[in-house]
């Protein structure tokens, strides 16, 4: 559970929020979820947040380039 990542935006997400390793709210989740979570995305859900978090992810762990490489050539 800890090398997990969960995003969610309603009340029967907080439980699997509070046992991930990085736990997720997209911006338009409601305000309880939102206590609960490591971060908040930028974009509403269904409008590019799960693309935010993976971007974020390969970012910090230094994987973006590599895993966007194929793109660029």
């Known amino acids: 559970p800890q090398e ?5 935006d309603e ?6 929020l509070r046992r ?3 736990a997720v709210a997209v911006k338009d989740a ?3 979820v939102k206590k609960y979570v490591d971060y908040v995305t930028v974009k ?7 693309r935010e978090v993976c971007e974020l992810i390969l ?3 230094d994987k973006w380039e590599q895993a966007t490489a194929r793109y660029f050539k």
Request: proline share 4%.
């Open 59 to 61: 970012k910090v762990q």
């Open 44 to 50: 509403n859900g269904g409008y590019g947040a799960v």
């Open 11 to 16: 009340l029967v997400d907080i439980p699997l």
């Open 4 to 8: 997990t990542a969960y995003i969610g």
């Open 30 to 32: 409601v305000k309880d």
């Open 20 to 22: 991930v390793g990085f």
